[in-house]
């Protein structure tokens, strides 16, 4: 048996096929983009000279200037990131305990604020953009409150609220639901035990529940954070094509629409290495909380 | 335990009936606006029930005016060849990297879990060099769509696939069946919930995904996220019409939700450290 399941050639027919179509799918291309991102053109049209500029394209990224929008789009998509995990996250989690702590319709409540979560993108975009074209200016006159000038999606100012607004409404449900499947696998006896001792809504969701379903709170901040630098359809639907105002979007035009592959692939470098570093960012900050409370335990449990 | 005051209660259902309205108006809009003709939706009457049911609005969008039903077969044909190929693959891989036993099969899994951390951005120009002379074929798309999803599909079957006893394995290995025999007539029926958990969350990326579809698709292969964008652009005149793209866009995966909304839910928080 051990035979069977260690022959080589069985084993190639197995994996092989998988690793080397992703290989080439998916990993090829990204040192492939890498690669393009230290270059000053691609070849794409016949006659070009490329050669290597090294971080060229990374300094021009940042350098200051007025026709220079990509330091914006990093600031918009700090901005969505800011407002997902401190305005999103925390009303999930208020719908979560309410949910969890049982209310009645729990599961109807459930099955309900869920359903934006598998309607498509696009759709919810469109949808957004006729609200606020037509009903969302009614209510403003109707209420007496001024609409914004060229309209809510048309107003500099207001724009990237607005354009923000659909996502972060669309993905209150999917938070909702993981913060909810860990509130609920807490074990009953803890919760009991907590209750007997007197805590009850505030104090035992901020000291017993919350605390205790973190590992499902780094899911939730990684979801939010990562989902914001890579954040492209809603505002890409609701904003038209030529605006540059988040990373993904700054990518797509400048790789597309004016065809500067390489200064594009740094674009979406840098993209790839917020990512990665925001993630090892939440997983120094979870261990390190983690670890603290454990050398805290061990010294209480000395003393 | 304490009493809950009315009060509360009270208060916590009307802000949840609050949500449950905020949730699902823009679905009740889309819905009547699909059922509405322009004049109405731009202003004599917005919010209300339509006040002439036009299911011409849905005969227009699917055949005549629009070509929704072409799009809808595309995005049936790339989703389905897509599923075929996770789960193929996926099984194929997860069974060789968790079930056999060899050097490196660690390393081997790593790598591929990796790629889930990697944004489809990251690869998006190399891949128009790769895809660009399809184009004109499902290919374009099912090939990416299928590469992108197989990391999370083998880490669900993973969590699964560890819960079967090697016991298994050393049955049909006693009674004479070789190693495909085990893989595909044993323990696959035994993955079958694993492959529905992991083909349910590949099915709701791959039915809404939009920025390969739009890059990739030439017009005869448009899937039906790209091409109801393109008809709002379009249709600035017919609201009607365009309403109805939105629903019967929207229907498939919200029949599923309807029909299964326990295995949707599973599914997508199994898939939700994919980010």
């Known amino acids: 048996m051990k035979r069977v399941l260690s022959n080589k050639w069985n084993i190639m027919v197995f994996v092989l096929p998988t690793v080397l179509f ?24 016949v006659g070009d000279q490329s050669h290597v500029v090294w971080l ?42 309410l949910l969890a702590n049982g209310v009645k319709g729990e599961s109807f409540y459930r099955n ?42 048309g107003n500099e100012t207001t724009k990237i609220w607005f354009s923000f607004l659909p996502s972060l409404w669309q993905y ?3 938070h909702m639901l993981l913060m909810y499947g860990a509130l609920k696998s807490i074990p009953d006896d803890i919760i009991e035990a907590a209750t007997v001792d007197g805590a009850s ?41 030529s605006n540059m105002d988040l990373p993904a979007l700054s990518m797509y035009v400048e790789m597309f629409s004016n065809h500067k592959y390489s200064y594009a692939s740094a674009q979406a470098i840098f993209i790839v290495l917020e990512c990665l570093v925001f993630t090892v960012l939440l997983n120094i900050v979870f261990k390190d909380r983690d670890e603290r409370r454990l050398a805290r335990g061990k010294g209480a449990a000395r003393a | 335990m304490k009493k809950k005051s009315v009060a509360g209660t009270i208060l916590k259902q009307l802000f ?15 819905f009547t606006m699909s059922l509405k003709d322009t004049n109405e939706i731009f ?5 209300g029930l339509p006040t002439q049911w036009l299911w011409g609005n849905y005969a227009n969008a699917w055949g005549s005016g629009g070509r929704v039903s072409n799009y809808m077969l595309n995005s049936v044909i790339d989703t389905f060849a897509t599923l075929i190929g996770t789960s193929f693959l996926g099984y194929m891989s997860a069974y060789g990297l968790l079930r056999m036993r060899w050097r490196g099969q660690k390393a081997v899994f790593t790598y591929i879990l990796m790629g889930m951390m990697i944004p489809m951005h990251a690869a998006l120009y190399p891949l128009t060099e790769i895809l660009m002379s399809l184009t004109k074929t499902h290919w374009a798309l099912i090939i990416p769509y299928v590469a992108f999803n197989i990391p999370i599909t083998i880490l669900i079957l993973s969590g699964f696939i560890a819960n079967i006893p090697y016991e298994m394995e050393e049955a049909a290995c006693i009674d004479g069946s070789g190693i495909y025999r085990t893989a595909f007539t044993i323990i696959l029926p035994m993955m079958v919930p694993a492959l529905i958990t992991a083909a349910i969350f590949v099915f709701l990326q791959v039915w809404n995904e939009l920025l390969l579809a739009s890059l990739f698709t030439t017009d005869s292969v448009r899937t039906l996220t790209v091409g109801i ?29 309807m029909c299964m909304s326990g295995q949707v839910q599973k599914s997508l928080i199994a898939g939700a450290v994919k980010g």
């Open chain 1, 22 to 45: 992703f290989t080439y799918i998916v990993i090829f291309p990204i040192f492939k983009t890498l690669w393009y991102s230290l270059l000053n053109e691609i070849p794409a049209k």
């Open chain 1, 56 to 97: 060229d394209n990374f300094i021009k990224m940042f350098t200051p200037g007025r026709r220079n929008s990509f330091p914006g789009a990093v600031g918009n998509s700090l901005l969505y990131a800011v407002l997902s995990i401190f305005v999103q996250l925390p009303f999930s989690m208020f719908i979560a305990l």
């Open chain 1, 112 to 153: 309900v604020f869920f359903i934006p979560v598998v309607i498509s993108s696009v759709v919810v975009s469109l949808l957004w953009g006729r609200l606020y074209k037509s009903l969302l200016p009614q209510m403003f006159e109707s209420f007496g409150w001024t609409i914004p000038k060229n309209g809510f999606l």
């Open chain 1, 172 to 174: 209150v449900g999917y």
């Open chain 1, 201 to 241: 809504g505030a104090k035992l969701a901020f000291r017993i529940q919350i605390p205790m379903i973190k590992p499902m709170l780094k899911v939730c901040l990684s979801f939010s954070l990562i989902g914001s630098f890579k954040l492209f359809d809603t505002p890409w639907v609701l904003l038209e094509r």
């Open chain 2, 16 to 30: 949840l009936i609050l949500w449950v309205f905020l949730c699902l108006f823009p679905l009740y809009w889309m």
């Open chain 2, 43 to 47: 202003g004599t009457n917005m919010v």
């Open chain 2, 229 to 257: 964008k393109q008809m709002s652009g379009q249709y600035q005149t017919d609201y009607g019409s365009m309403g109805a793209g939105l629903v019967i866009a929207t229907l498939p995966t919200l029949i599923l939700y």
